[in-house]
Structure formats: structure tokens, C-alpha cells
T-cell receptor
Framework: ETGVTQTPRHLVMGMTNKKSLKCEQH?????MYWYKQSAKKPLELMFV???????ENNSVPSRFSPECPNSSHLFLHLHTLQPEDSALYLC?????????????FGPGTRLLVL | SQQGEEDPQALSIQEGENATMNCSYK?????LQWYRQNSGRGLVHLIL?????REKHSGRLRVTLDTSKKSSSLLITASRAADTASYFC????????????FGSGTRLQVQP
């Protein structure tokens, strides 16, 4: 238990569906991240929020839309996804400004797009 | 090659043996971290080594860092079946935004 939770843990959706992934951290951190992990590829950083402001968006398609309403919650809204978007989506949080910048990860949401 | 690239990609050993994984990176770093991931789960932080450190220990883990060669190694001693997982190195740059960049990972299988 890392203090970061994600729901749902598994999600199957069609290409025309709209769904949202949720992440919550109970660690008092001030930065949150979305990563995509596909088979045999390095973790891809998608979005970074620092103090609820999006500070990084690594050329992610607009069919992925993040939302960070407060420092404890992070959402990833999904719409009109493609089969190649099937992957494990990981949320992480950290305490910015600390020397270590260690990130704490949630268990992930396994997404399958049909 | 990418920042934080692990070698080998896969490693299979017997319980009780030592496992060594290597990581190479390209840019100057503030620190390097190792993470572990059980199949289909989130990553768990194992150990961090700063750029001014050469070696660090934590239980059965030993990490070395050679900044001149831009490489690091993770040694797991007396391995157990429960150590079976993927291991990733991640680097934090010494300038700019201090975000982690992960490698592709080493898949470790420890046979009981």
C-alpha cells in the first residue's frame, strides 16, 4: 500500500465510449503524474501537475484529457480512444522541492480498448 | 539508446543466487533511483543514490553509481522467489524540471 489509489483497476471500453480514470493520494504530496505503460516500452510520462497546475504535457493526443481539481485528486478523461491506447495507466505523486523527488505509484488501471 | 536503459532485458536465476542489473543513462543527473514492479502492478521505490555517492546499501540491495561512465548497477543478494519482478532505473536531471525518466526495465525471474 503506497498511499496512492486508482480506480477502476480494470476497464474495457469501445472506441466511442467516454470514461474517466481516477487517482487519489493520501500522502500530502503536491505533484501528481500520469504515466502510460505499454508492453515492452519504457514508462511514458503523459502529464504532470504541480500545485494543481499542469506543468507538462508530453505531446499526448487530445483524446486524453487530465483534470486536477485539488492536490489529492487526479483524473484522466478518455474519449474516442484507439486500440493502441490499450495499456496500463499509472498514477504517481511526489513532494516537489524535496531533494529526492521519489515518486509513489498507484496500482494502475489496466485499459483495453476494443 | 534511451535515458535510463537497463541491461539485461531479462534475467533468470536460482533462488539463493545474486542478481545484477545494469543501467546506463545519457545526461547529467541529480540522482538515480531504482524501482520494482510486480506483474501488472504499480512501481515501488527501492533505493535512491545521489550523484555524489558511489555506493549505497539497503538490506539485500546494493546500488553503485559511476557518473564518469553514466552507469549504475543494482545487486540483489541471496535472491528469493518473491524477488521475481521487473526492475527499473529512473534518473532525475541536475538541471531543469526534476522529473523522472524511466528505462525499459529488467525482468527478473527467480526460480525456487
Amino acid at each position: 500500500e503506497t498511499g496512492v489509489t486508482q480506480t477502476p483497476r480494470h476497464l474495457v471500453m469501445g472506441m466511442t465510449n467516454k470514461k474517466s480514470l481516477k487517482c487519489e493520494q493520501h500522502l500530502g504530496h503536491n505533484a501528481m503524474y500520469w504515466y502510460k505503460q505499454s508492453a515492452k516500452k519504457p514508462l511514458e510520462l503523459m502529464f504532470v501537475y504541480s500545485l494543481e497546475e499542469r506543468v507538462e504535457n508530453n505531446s499526448v493526443p487530445s483524446r486524453f484529457s487530465p483534470e486536477c481539481p485539488n492536490s489529492s485528486h487526479l483524473f484522466l478523461h478518455l474519449h474516442t480512444l484507439q486500440p493502441e491506447d490499450s495499456a496500463l495507466y499509472l498514477c504517481a505523486s511526489s513532494l516537489e522541492g524535496t531533494p529526492q523527488e521519489t515518486q509513489y505509484f498507484g496500482p494502475g488501471t489496466r485499459l483495453l480498448v476494443l | 539508446s534511451q535515458q535510463g536503459e537497463e541491461d539485461p532485458q531479462a534475467l533468470s536465476i536460482q533462488e539463493g543466487e545474486n542478481a545484477t542489473m545494469n543501467c546506463s543513462y545519457k545526461t547529467s543527473i541529480n540522482n538515480l533511483q531504482w524501482y520494482r514492479q510486480n506483474s501488472g502492478r504499480g512501481l515501488v521505490h527501492l533505493i535512491l543514490i545521489r550523484s555524489n555517492e558511489r555506493e549505497k546499501h539497503s538490506g539485500r540491495l546494493r546500488v553503485t553509481l559511476d557518473t564518469s561512465k553514466k552507469s549504475s548497477s543494482l545487486l540483489i543478494t541471496a535472491s528469493r522467489a518473491a524477488d521475481t519482478a521487473s526492475y527499473f532505473c529512473a534518473t532525475v536531471p541536475d538541471t531543469g524540471r526534476r522529473a523522472l525518466t524511466f528505462g525499459s526495465g529488467t525482468r527478473l525471474q527467480v526460480q525456487p
